[in-house]
């Protein structure tokens, strides 16, 4: 068994992932800021788990100097996480997302530890993930096949892989510091051997995120029907299409790349849900309605949002051809376990969002 620090432990995607290797056995530490509201609701579970926590700030190297010895694996969750909000203040964006990391890079590297980063799909351009011809359909939007000249890293059946080009403008701000951090572990990996590997997600989701419009859309759908919120399409009538990724099928994957770790480091994923599991946002409110009752009708803003993507799926077979893994939870049974966490934690979650 391992012991293993979550950098970003109180998160969404970081709490899932303590509870799931304290579950297996493994020594858990949390490390966490506790500036997202709602991640304050994991520590008593934490605590019942047997999951120590640390307060502390990536971004403050001090704060990893009383963390234990020993540690085998470091799993860096933390982040700024909206694509949106760094365009008002890039700095935090940085700070979090780059900086940190590289406090995390060298936390590991003095104690000889592994390091799971969690990179995005915002590292590939805007501008060249939607250059390829759709076509519109009743719910969604589709590549158009025939018309898709062959490009290195895309594929208009599984998307785009981690050979897709970096290059171009239209990251975002959030995308920008993802991919300076993303680039950081690779070089850290060869200049000091650090073991590293990189996952660029694509659409996370489960129950434990508290989701809202700027970020964790999946969840908010889910969050604003049962709490009578508004909702908004912004921008592609609705119709923009994403693979869905749930915690659950994450924690399966960093499980393998941890047991894997000598034969994979300084190697990066595509890791989403894949082609097999896309939805739209119309698709995605059909859903929600027949799961919950309700009969969601979101207003329309025709403008995407800046550097947004119209279809996005991760083309994951590396993952499956190197380690075996695919994703198991579908976007319905992934929405259900979603309805049932907030119909369950509904008095703390209306005090967060009402």
């Known amino acids: 068994m391992s012991k293993i620090i979550i950098l970003g432990g109180a998160g969404f995607l970081g709490a899932n992932c303590a509870r799931y290797f304290r579950e297996a056995g493994h020594t858990v530490h949390a490390f966490d800021n506790l500036v997202r509201r709602g991640s304050e609701l994991n520590l008593p579970e934490f605590k019942r788990l047997g999951v120590e926590f640390f307060h502390g700030d990536a971004r403050n190297k001090e704060d990893f100097v009383t963390l234990p010895k020993g540690i085998d694996f470091v799993i860096d969750c933390s982040a700024q996480p909206s694509a949106v909000d760094g365009y ?24 000889g530890a592994g390091l799971i980063f969690c990179s995005t799909n915002r590292v590939y351009s805007a501008d060249r993930v939607n250059a390829f011809p759709v076509r519109e359909e009743e719910t969604r939007w589709e590549w158009d096949a025939p018309k898709v000249t062959p490009t290195r890293g895309f594929d208009p059946v599984h998307g785009y892989s981690q050979e897709f080009d970096i290059d171009g403008g239209a990251h975002s701000v959030y995308g920008l510091s993802k991919i300076c951090a993303d680039l950081i572990c690779q070089e850290w990996t060869r200049a000091f051997d650090v073991p590293t590997v990189v996952n660029r997600f ?21 969050i604003a029907a049962l709490f009578d919120l508004p909702l908004q399409y912004i921008g592609w009538k609705g119709k923009q299409v994403r693979d869905v990724l749930y915690a659950q099928d994450v924690c399966r994957l960093f499980e393998l ?24 946002l ?12 309700k009969n969601l009708s979101p207003s329309l803003a025709p403008e995407p949002r800046t550097a947004d993507f119209q279809i996005w799926i991760s083309d994951f077979r590396k993952a499956t051809d190197v380690l075996g893994w695919k994703p198991e939870i579908n976007p319905r049974n992934g929405y259900q376990s979603i309805v049932d966490w907030v119909r369950r934690e509904e008095p703390a979650l209306r005090a967060l969002y009402i």
């Open 202 to 222: 694509g659409v996370l989701a489960g129950p434990g995120q508290f989701g809202k419009c700027a970020q964790g859309w999946v969840a908010w759908w889910v």
């Open 88 to 111: 008002n203040n890039p700095t935090f964006d940085l700070t979090n997302n780059t900086y940190g990391l590289v406090n995390a890079l060298e936390f590991a590297r003095e104690r």
């Open 282 to 293: 119309l698709e995605a409110t059909a859903i929600v309605n027949d799961l919950t009752g």
């Open 257 to 280: 790349e941890m047991n894997n770790i000598e034969s994979i480091k300084g190697q990066v994923f595509n890791a989403g849900g894949g082609h097999e599991n896309t939805l739209s």
